[in-house]
């Protein structure tokens, strides 16, 4: 009898070492991108979603009378951002780049309305939220996006044109414009988001191919503007002191990083199990917000953590790969700087839980509560899905998959398009 060919197991079945290979072969299909990002973002959703409910329930039973108050809340939320997501998805680039200029314009008027009494609400020593009646909006978060779209389209003009060689047309208006929406949001006291915005506006420099010298110099400089936004605020040199002197007062500065911590490390390996949490139960502030992730590990443990990582991870690598294979500059850029977003974002809210940053107040992307957060971040989701079917031979594997399940529902309607 022939002996089975190596790296094959008895009955032909590819071994271990052809199972990996094909697994990694996986990643080169047209459509790893577009199902990475839409499996990444389902799922955090889901995770979100669970763990609001988790962590909210006994402050909203004590506040409200019902444990479900912030979770419907948030299904409103989802159910306004999904259909916004899968508009996206189906928008063509130019229509991300006509809306550049319109979102600057408005992420500049409503950040000045932050600022105005009456209208501005504040909130853990930051102005960050518009009260218009029934809902409380937070205009950062449409900032971020507008320097995003607004930053790729103006670099991508500026490099079709040839104007990037020296330092003068590359930073100009770029800089001041990013300023701007930077300087209104420090003036809310928000150090959180002025670092997202920071981070964005990098990542634009460093995909467009900023000189070596300027990219430190502009690093240097973001550097030098969170120190300055740190030691100009008292309450911020308390988190720093307190981040640096873990062992401080652990009933006021240190309060919410330690039973943060008491949290994920009495979760363990396999977590106490969902809604067994003990932390919810009015000692860890913000447990549905900025500390969500604390909610995760204690009820998760090290397995739950693992996984929300590994889902940032390949959203990240799905960001990039897209950045990397199109080749419009304008998509190149936009792709980079949505993804710099929400990774940089969910970095640093990981880190102040676990300790090695201090607190921001950042929420952690499509799981912590908070619409005004939810709702661009899947508008931004969608677009790397459109970006996605750009991706060389994308198109043609999307029309030999078949009309998707939307598509196929209208149908059974007789609502689909002939």
């Known amino acids: 009898m022939a002996a089975a060919p190596a790296g094959e197991e008895d009955g032909g079945r590819p071994g271990p070492r052809e199972q990996v290979v094909a697994a990694i072969g996986l990643l080169d299909r047209p459509l790893t991108s577009y199902y990475l990002v839409l499996g990444c973002t389902v799922m955090l959703l889901a995770l979100g979603l669970t763990m609001v409910l988790s962590a909210s329930s006994v402050s909203q039973l004590q506040a409200t009378g019902s444990a479900y108050t912030l979770f419907q809340k948030q299904a409103l939320w989802m159910a306004i951002g999904l259909p916004g997501m899968w508009v996206a998805s189906r928008l063509p680039v130019k229509t991300f780049r006509a809306l550049a200029y319109p979102l600057l314009l408005l992420s500049v008027v409503?950040?000045?309305?932050?600022?105005?009494?009456?209208?501005?609400?504040?909130?853990?020593?930051?102005?960050?939220?518009?009260?218009?009646?029934?809902?409380?909006?937070?205009?950062?978060?449409?900032?971020?996006?507008?320097?995003?779209?607004?930053?790729?389209?103006?670099?991508?003009?500026?490099?079709?044109?040839?104007?990037l060689t020296e330092w003068r047309p590359l930073l100009v208006p770029l800089m001041p414009g990013a300023g701007i929406l930077i300087l209104l949001v420090m003036m809310g006291s928000d150090l959180g988001t002025t670092l997202v915005l920071l981070t964005i506006f990098l990542a634009l420099l460093w995909v467009v191919g900023a000189p070596g010298r300027l990219f430190v110099g502009m690093t240097g400089l973001v550097c030098l503007l969170v120190s300055i936004l740190i030691i100009v605020e008292p309450y911020r040199m308390q988190r720093l002191t307190g981040f640096l002197d873990s062992s401080g007062n652990q009933l006021t500065t240190n309060y919410q990083g330690t039973q943060g911590l008491y949290a994920v490390a009495s979760g363990g390996l396999f977590g106490t199990g969902l809604g067994e949490g003990r932390a919810k139960w009015d000692y860890l502030p913000e447990a549905e917000t900025d500390f969500i992730f604390a909610i995760v590990a204690e009820e998760f443990g090290l397995v739950g953590t693992l996984?929300?990582?590994?889902?940032?991870?390949?959203?990240?690598?799905?960001?990039?790969?897209?950045?990397?294979?199109?080749?419009?500059?304008?998509?190149?850029?936009?792709?980079?700087g949505a993804t710099a977003w929400l990774v940089v974002q969910a970095i640093v809210n990981i880190g102040a839980v676990i300790r090695v940053l201090p607190i921001t107040g950042i929420p952690l992307p499509l799981v912590s509560y908070g619409g005004s957060a939810l709702i661009p971040s899947l508008f931004v989701l969608g677009m790397l899905l459109a970006f996605a079917k750009r991706e060389p031979g994308a198109r043609q594997a999307l029309s030999a998959r078949g009309p998707g399940p939307v598509v196929r529902a209208l149908s059974w309607l007789g609502l689909a398009r002939r």
């Open 110 to 163: 409503v950040l000045a309305m932050v600022l105005v009494p009456g209208l501005g609400r504040s909130a853990g020593g930051a102005t960050r939220w518009v009260d218009l009646g029934p809902v409380q909006v937070q205009p950062s978060e449409l900032a971020k996006l507008a320097l995003v779209l607004w930053g790729a389209d103006l670099l991508a003009r500026k490099e079709r044109l040839g104007q």
């Open 307 to 336: 996984v929300v990582l590994s889902l940032f991870g390949l959203l990240a690598y799905a960001g990039l790969r897209i950045a990397r294979r199109v080749s419009d500059p304008f998509t190149r850029l936009a792709a980079a």
